[in-house]
C-alpha cells in the first residue's frame, strides 16, 4: 500500500510540475514576444525618422523589416491568450495601437515620398506619435507583467509540489517503516510463542515417552517373574507330584503285589479284583508320570532338547494324527534356554492342533556359531497376524519369552497359507544382554 501510495505521489508531484513548467515556457515565451514587437515598433521607428530626417532610402529597409515582423509578433500574440483571458482586451488594445502606430509612420514615409514637405513635417510635429508609443509601452509593459506573474505563480506551483511530495513521501516512508518494523515485531513475537509451545509440548511428549519407557520395561519385568514363578510352581508340583504321590502309588502296588502272592489258591474273582486293581494302579502311575511330563519335562533335564523335542513331537504326532518331520541339531544352550525353545515348539504345537487344520508340521531347530534358530512352519488354513485378539497370550508369551532371553520372535502367515514361527536366540544370551 505504501508503495501504491508513493508511486499516486510521485505521479501526482510530476505531473503538476511538467504542468507548471510548460506554463512557465509559455509565459516566457509570451513575454519575449511582447518584447520583440516592442523591439520591432521602436526600430520601425528609428528607420521611419531617419528616413524623414534624411531622405536616404536604406532606412526604409529596416523600416520594412521591422513592418513585416511587427504584423507576424502581433499574429503569433494573439495565438498565445485564449479569446476569455483578460489579456486579450489589453492585446487588442496593444494591436489597435500598434497599427495606428503604424498607419501614421507609413503616411508620413510616403508624404516623405511623394516630397509633401509641410505634410509630413506636420505629422511629425504632433503629439500623436509619442501619445501612441507611450500607451504601446503601457500596454506592453502590462503583457509582459502579467507574464512574469504567471511564471512567478507557476514557479511557486513547482515549489509548492516539490514540498508536498517531499512531505508526502517522507510521511508514507516513516509510516512503511514502522508498519514494517511492527511486523517484524509481531512475527518475532509469535515465533517465540511458537518456540516455547513447542518446547512445552517437546517436554511433555518427552515425559510421556519416558513414563511408558519406565511402564514397559517394570510390565516386562513383571512378566518375566511371573513366568520364572510359573515354571518355578510347575517344577515344585512336579517334585511333590513325583515324590509324595509317587511314593504312595508304589507303596500301593508293592502291597497288592504282596497280597497277590499271599492270597495265592484263594476263589478267581478275588485274583481278579487284585489284578485289576494292579491295572488301576499301573494307570494311575502313567497319569501321574504325564502330568509330571507335562509340568516340567524330566526328559529335557535327562536327556537333553533334541530327545525332549523328538519325544515332544511324536507325542503330538500320535494324539493328533498330523505328521510331523523334525529336523533338529544339537544346540549349546543353558537350562533356561532349552526351556525357552521346549515351551515354544510346545505353545507353537498346541496352536497348531486348536486352529491350523494342517496335514503336515516342520519343527527345525539349527546351530549357527553365535546363535541358535528354531522354526516351526505347518500347511494348515494361516492367519492374520495383524488381527490377533489382545486377550490372547501364546503368541505374545512366546515373543516375550525369546526377547527377554536377547533373542528376536517372529510370526509369518497368511490366510490359506500356513504359518511359521521363527525364534533366534543367542548362545550365551548373558554375555550379550551384558554388551547391549
Ligand atoms: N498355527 C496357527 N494356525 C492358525 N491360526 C493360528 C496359529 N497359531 C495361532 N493362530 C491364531 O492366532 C491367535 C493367537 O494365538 P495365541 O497362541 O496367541 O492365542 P490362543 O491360542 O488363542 O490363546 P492362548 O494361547 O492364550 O491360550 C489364535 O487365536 C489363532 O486364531
Ligand atoms: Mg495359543
New binding site residues.
Partial sequence: MAALVLIAINETGYNRSTQALEQIDDYSRTRNAVNRLLQHVLDAETGSRGYLLTGDPRYLEPYNAAVVEISQNLESLRASYPEEATESATLAQLTRNVQRKLAEMDLSVRMRKQGNEDAWKFVLMTDVGKEHMDAIRDQAGKLIQSATTGMVAAQQQVEQTLILSRVGIGVVALAALTAFYLYLRQSTRLKLAGEQQQRALQQERDLLESQVRERTASLAQLATHLQQVREEERGHLARELHDELGALLTAAKLDVARLKSKLAGQPPEIGQRLQHLTETLNSGIALKRRIIEDLRPSSLANLGLTAALEILAREFSERSGIEIATSLEDVALDDSGQLTVYRLVQ??L???G???EATQIDISVHSYSNHVEVEIK?D????DPQA??PS?????GMRHRVEAAGGRFAVA?QLGAG?RVTAVLPKAPLAIAALT
Fill in positions: 505353545e507353537s498346541t496352536n497348531v486348536k486352529y491350523a505347518d494348515g488354513k494361516g492367519f490377533v485378539r490372547t497370550h501364546g503368541l505374545a502367515s504359518t
